[in-house]
């Protein structure tokens, strides 16, 4: 592995003609510092993994990267322990099918924005915050989920989430313990969850200990569901 790798800066490289970044600098556990500002990836298809793992890292800018025709981003912050903050706003995610576990266990994120996301594609989102423990506020209401199937341990661990803005979900199939260990969660809005595709619920607010209210006026069958 590349545990002592302590920082990388990119050159005449550029690697423009890359198709996978997945699993780059996966277990890099000392990397520090990363210069990707004359890396200028055109033809990435796959992203997967790619910081997974990076657990020193504290900051990331990968604003110059063409994603357009990525598919894969799932694990890409992965294990990024110290990771506070991250600049995706250049992202295009048109293409995207996968974002599971993306920043999983980004124990020190304190924001993040992703209200550029387009996310008609994408069909995963398991625990794509699950153990955000840093996080306060997710915004997630713009997120398209017309073909989402999982959002199982969504926000799993997140203990310091004390608000979180829900996009409308119509086709989702899995929610279990999509709050699981949210401790800090008092109420919860969920009027734009319809439940005639749920298959799995189980554990949905498990050990939410401090929740004393939830919204669910509107979780009804979806009769425009074919």
Not at 36 to 48: C, E, G, Q, T
């Amino acid at each position: 592995g590349c545990i002592s790798l302590t920082s990388v800066i990119f050159g005449e490289f550029g690697g423009i003609n890359l198709n996978w970044t997945n699993q780059m600098f996966d277990g890099c556990t000392s990397l520090l510092y990363v210069d990707l500002s004359s890396f200028y990836p055109s033809k990435l298809i796959d992203m997967d993994k790619m910081f997974q793992g990076c657990s020193s890292l504290k900051s990331l800018n990968i604003s110059n990267f063409d994603t357009s025709r990525v598919t894969r981003l799932s694990c890409m912050f992965k294990d990024c322990y110290n990771l506070t903050s991250i600049d995706l706003s250049g992202f295009d995610t048109f293409n995207v099918t996968d974002m599971e576990q993306v920043f999983r266990n980004c124990f020190s994120l304190i924001s993040i924005n992703l209200s550029n996301f387009n996310t008609s594609k994408v069909k995963n989102i398991n625990s794509l915050f699950n153990c955000c423990t840093s996080l306060s506020f997710v915004n997630i209401s713009n997120f398209d989920t017309s073909q989402l199937i999982f959002s199982g341990h969504l926000f799993n661990g997140s203990m310091c989430l004390l608000s979180v803005d829900l996009p409308i979900f119509k086709k989702v199939q899995y929610i279990d313990n999509m709050f699981a260990g949210c401790i800090s969660l008092t109420s919860l809005n969920l009027k734009n969850i319809f439940i005639d595709e749920i298959i799995k619920e189980k554990n949905m607010f498990k050990n939410c200990y401090n929740l004393k209210y939830i919204n669910l006026q509107n979780f009804k069958e979806n009769n425009n569901v074919n």
